[in-house]
């Protein structure tokens, strides 16, 4: 590792302190898990009559259910009605518990299932079981420990079951409704399930996820509802061989689908991928915090999904340690619509509703209680990933930004190895997406159409890519990543880091909205960069302002140089007043045009200076340079050679740079005629 590697290093493990101080609640905790050996498959639909029968009682109720069902299908259940109460069972679980071998199907006739059984808290061993507390409130349960007690968290679990296939027999979703009343962490856990076929049911209101699948080689999840849960409406962890296809979830604090660990099957590859862990689509997920959350989301397809009216549509990442398969990788979007992610549910933290018990929070009136700090208004965020794939999508109508790629070090994640610290935001890629355009035609504009911090390694864009920050971004050049135009950058662009781990203080345990970050309400001074800015263009310009007053009596400056740097006090004006209205606006374009102004004022200034005080002038200059190469790195090109960008250099000779122009500003007692020398050639006052 060379010295420079070294320093970036240092540089990401302080950063990285200061987010694991500030965020230390984990996304989902869970028993250490290993992926499925990949020998499994992708189950198919079963046709026929079930081996088991779910239904209730009050043949009214059931008749009023299945009043408005196609003839058919009406005919159908009023049939497996009959058969039901005469050969089935009342509950969900009691028909999982009867199944005895692998291949079985349970159909659940239209109704709403409470699970009674299954509700009570626990007693005796199962109220004392020797685990973990997470930072949630829940034990973290070993699978024996969850075999022992299977209603201490679920509603309905299905454990160690093989090929067992579960549908509701309605019309739709709505017709059979697995209610946890917020009295379970999850409604239905499928646990080392490998087979399980879900079809044609909701499950809602849990304190944790609605329908929950772990260490599983083969799941479908078809036309399934979820909906009103504290966390997640899908959750699928360290699984393979997986289908979501046509599903729908909204109204969860964090993901709406989550397939979180996947199976990670292509790590080491480049974008040359044999097959994909999961496959997601068709499904509509809307009205969560995020519409779908991929950490360590890796070997994905997700294709012909609607992700809209959430506060930010997709995520990915490799933020939380203790999931396997980190950083995240190869998650491969192609042919989604993702459009109007603005929601703002933050203001449910602020005025106490989500300081309530979940059951009087309001989900089903639309309250969601965001269980993560992320920037509302946003299509896309990939926090740490690499060969990442996002083609052929439609993301419009975002006030903040389409896509936001950022990188994460790997402190944050729990991996202390110096030489990892920059191993994320690398090969990803970004082509053929219609930015900013419905389907319709109609234009939308993103407030950006790619927010980027700048760190990573052949990262590469489309050509057309609308408005963005930086303002030009590497373009993809073919197939291979190795000919994009990608930078090298080991550190993200400073500003962006210091707004990024500003806003991690996010708590929603604590209810914690850090201040100054523009994700929770800031805006114009109010937001830290547009703070910084201001802080900055004050000190710069109180020191423009006296090297101009000091200029005009200065022995030894001719005329020409006393223009010149009033030339250049002129333009630094601008440029410091221009940078503090760009922070408070976000405008990369207005920046550059900052710095570029900035570096017209050192410029005159070191040039003015350069005889009179040789090495101060040429180290304005250098600056003055420096600035000019920073706008010409956000303006026009990434410079690709560099692995930190100007704005890091500029920063840390800048600091030099003010400490020395105090002591040149500084007033000295003048010297007599005869204390001179008579080659004297510096100034005085």
């Given at each position: 590792?060379?010295?420079?590697?070294?320093?970036?290093?240092?540089?990401?493990?302080?950063?990285?302190?200061?987010?694991?101080?500030?965020?230390?609640?984990?996304?989902?905790?869970?028993?250490?898990?290993?992926?499925?050996?990949?020998?499994?498959?992708?189950?198919?639909?079963?046709?026929?009559?079930?081996?088991?029968?779910?239904?209730?009682?009050?043949?009214?109720?059931?008749?009023?259910?299945?009043?408005?069902?196609?003839?058919?299908?009406?005919?159908?259940?009023?049939?497996?009605?009959?058969?039901?109460?005469?050969?089935?069972?009342?509950?969900?679980?009691?028909?999982?518990?009867?199944?005895?071998?692998?291949?079985?199907?349970?159909?659940?006739?239209?109704?709403?299932?409470?699970?009674?059984?299954?509700?009570?808290?626990?007693?005796?061993?199962?109220?004392?079981?020797?685990?973990?507390?997470?930072?949630?409130?829940?034990?973290?349960?070993?699978?024996?420990?969850?075999?022992?007690?299977?209603?201490?968290?679920?509603?309905?679990?299905?454990?160690?079951?093989?090929?067992?296939?579960?549908?509701?027999?309605?019309?739709?979703?709505?017709?059979?409704?697995?209610?946890?009343?917020?009295?379970?962490?999850?409604?239905?856990?499928?646990?080392?399930?490998?087979?399980?076929?879900?079809?044609?049911?909701?499950?809602?209101?849990?304190?944790?996820?609605s329908l929950y699948v772990l260490e599983t080689?083969?799941?479908?999840?078809?036309?399934?509802?979820?909906?009103?849960?504290?966390?997640?409406?899908?959750?699928?962890?360290?699984?393979?061989?997986?289908?979501?296809?046509?599903?729908?979830?909204?109204?969860?604090?964090?993901?709406?689908?989550?397939?979180?660990?996947?199976?990670?099957?292509?790590?080491?590859?480049?974008?040359?991928?044999?097959?994909?862990?999961?496959e997601i689509r068709r499904c509509k997920s809307?009205?969560?915090?995020?519409?779908?959350?991929?950490?360590?989301?890796?070997?994905?397809?997700?294709?012909?999904?609607?992700?809209?009216?959430?506060?930010?549509?997709?995520?990915?990442?490799?933020?939380?340690?203790?999931?396997?398969?980190?950083?995240?990788?190869?998650?491969?979007?192609?042919?989604?619509?993702?459009?109007?992610?603005?929601?703002?549910?933050?203001?449910?933290?602020?005025?106490?509703?989500?300081?309530?018990?979940?059951?009087?929070?309001?989900?089903?009136?639309?309250?969601?209680?965001?269980?993560?700090?992320?920037?509302?208004?946003?299509?896309?965020?990939?926090?740490?990933?690499?060969?990442?794939?996002?083609?052929?999508?439609?993301?419009?109508?975002?006030?903040?930004?389409?896509?936001?790629?950022?990188?994460?070090?790997?402190?944050?994640?729990?991996?202390?190895?110096?030489?990892?610290?920059?191993?994320?935001?690398?090969?990803?890629?970004?082509?053929?997406?219609?930015?900013?355009?419905?389907?319709?035609?109609?234009?939308?504009?993103?407030?950006?159409?790619?927010?980027?911090?700048?760190?990573?390694?052949?990262?590469?864009?489309?050509?057309?890519?609308?408005?963005?920050?930086?303002?030009?971004?590497?373009?993809?050049?073919?197939?291979?990543?190795?000919?994009?135009?990608?930078?090298?950058?080991?550190?993200?662009?400073?500003?962006?880091?210091?707004?990024?781990?500003?806003?991690?203080?996010?708590?929603?345990?604590?209810?914690?909205?850090?201040?100054?970050?523009?994700?929770?309400?800031?805006?114009?001074?109010?937001?830290?960069?547009?703070?910084?800015?201001?802080?900055?263009?004050?000190?710069?310009?109180?020191?423009?302002?006296?090297?101009?007053?000091?200029?005009?009596?200065?022995?030894?400056?001719?005329?020409?140089?006393?223009?010149?740097?009033?030339?250049?006090?002129?333009?630094?004006?601008?440029?410091?007043?221009?940078?503090?209205?760009?922070?408070?606006?976000?405008?990369?374009?207005?920046?550059?045009?900052?710095?570029?102004?900035?570096?017209?004022?050192?410029?005159?200034?070191?040039?003015?200076?350069?005889?009179?005080?040789?090495?101060?002038?040429?180290?304005?200059?250098?600056?003055?340079?420096?600035?000019?190469?920073?706008?010409?790195?956000?303006?026009?090109?990434?410079?690709?050679?560099?692995?930190?960008?100007?704005?890091?250099?500029?920063?840390?000779?800048?600091?030099?740079?003010?400490?020395?122009?105090?002591?040149?500003?500084?007033?000295?007692?003048?010297?007599?005629?005869?204390?001179?020398?008579?080659?004297?050639?510096?100034?005085?006052?």
């Amino acid at each position: 590792m060379g010295p420079l590697r070294k320093l970036a290093s240092i540089v990401f493990l302080t950063s990285g302190l200061l987010v694991a101080g500030g965020g230390a609640a984990l996304a989902h905790e869970e028993r250490p898990v290993s992926f499925p050996d990949g020998t499994g498959s992708v189950p198919v639909l079963r046709q026929g009559e079930p081996d088991l029968l779910v239904c209730k009682t009050d043949k009214s109720d059931f008749e009023r259910r299945i009043a408005q069902f196609p003839a058919d299908l009406k005919t159908r259940n009023l049939a497996l009605f009959a058969k039901c109460q005469e050969k089935g069972v009342r509950h969900l679980q009691e028909a999982v518990d009867r199944v005895n071998r692998p291949g079985m199907t349970i159909a659940v006739l239209p109704g709403l299932y409470r699970e009674e059984p299954s509700q009570p808290p626990p007693t005796g061993a199962c109220a004392s079981l020797p685990a973990r507390w997470s930072t949630w409130g829940y034990q973290i349960l070993s699978y024996e420990q969850q075999l022992q007690c299977p209603h201490n968290q679920n509603l309905v679990a299905i454990l160690g079951k093989r090929d067992l296939q579960i549908e509701g027999t309605g019309a739709g979703p709505l017709d059979v409704v697995i209610d946890a009343e917020y009295r379970k962490l999850n409604a239905i856990r499928a646990d080392r399930a490998d087979g399980v076929y879900f079809r044609n049911l909701t499950a809602q209101r849990t304190t944790f996820n609605s329908l929950y699948v772990l260490e599983t080689d083969g799941f479908v999840i078809d036309r399934v509802l979820t909906r009103w849960n504290d966390e997640y409406g899908f959750l699928t962890f360290a699984s393979d061989h997986g289908l979501y296809t046509d599903c729908e979830a909204y109204g969860n604090g964090d993901g709406g689908l989550y397939p979180g660990s996947a199976s990670n099957l292509n790590q080491g590859r480049g974008h040359d991928v044999p097959r994909y862990a999961i496959e997601i689509r068709r499904c509509k997920s809307h009205d969560n915090a995020l519409g779908y959350s991929g950490t360590a989301g890796d070997s994905l397809w997700v294709h012909d999904n609607d992700f809209y009216d959430n506060m930010v549509g997709a995520t990915m990442d490799s933020l939380w340690p203790s999931h396997p398969g980190l950083p995240q990788n190869h998650a491969r979007f192609e042919n989604n619509r993702i459009h109007d992610n603005n929601r703002d549910y933050y203001r449910h933290t602020r005025d106490g509703t989500c300081a309530k018990p979940p059951a009087e929070r309001g989900y089903e009136r639309g309250v969601v209680c965001s269980q993560v700090g992320v920037p509302p208004g946003t299509g896309v965020i990939v926090a740490g990933g690499n060969y990442n794939v996002f083609r052929n999508n439609q993301v419009w109508g975002h006030r903040r930004a389409g896509f936001q790629l950022f990188g994460v070090p790997a402190f944050i994640r729990g991996e202390n190895d110096l030489g990892k610290q920059a191993d994320t935001s690398d090969f990803n890629r970004f082509e053929g997406n219609v930015l900013g355009v419905s389907p319709t035609g109609e234009r939308r504009p993103n407030g950006l159409d790619v927010w980027w911090d700048g760190q990573g390694t052949g990262n590469c864009w489309q050509g057309d890519t609308g408005p963005s920050s930086p303002v030009v971004l590497p373009v993809c050049a073919g197939r291979a990543p190795e000919l994009s135009g990608g930078t090298r950058r080991l550190l993200a662009e400073p500003v962006k880091l210091v707004k990024l781990y500003l806003c991690a203080d996010f708590s929603a345990a604590d209810a914690r909205l850090p201040a100054g970050c523009d994700w929770f309400g800031a805006s114009g001074l109010g937001k830290v960069e547009a703070q910084l800015a201001l802080g900055g263009s004050l000190v710069l310009g109180l020191l423009a302002g006296l090297f101009w007053w000091r200029s005009r009596r200065w022995t030894g400056l001719t005329r020409r140089r006393r223009r010149l740097i009033a030339a250049g006090t002129v333009a630094g004006a601008l440029g410091f007043a221009l940078d503090v209205v760009a922070a408070a606006l976000g405008s990369s374009a207005q920046a550059g045009a900052a710095l570029l102004l900035m570096g017209a004022w050192w410029l005159c200034l070191g040039s003015a200076l350069r005889a009179a005080r040789p090495a101060f002038g040429w180290l304005t200059i250098i600056v003055g340079a420096l600035a000019c190469a920073d706008a010409f790195d956000r303006l026009v090109y990434l410079i690709p050679v560099v692995p930190l960008g100007p704005g890091w250099i500029r920063g840390a000779v800048t600091g030099l740079w003010v400490l020395w122009a105090v002591v040149v500003l500084a007033p000295r007692r003048a010297r007599t005629a005869a204390e001179q020398p008579a080659d004297q050639a510096g100034v005085a006052t």
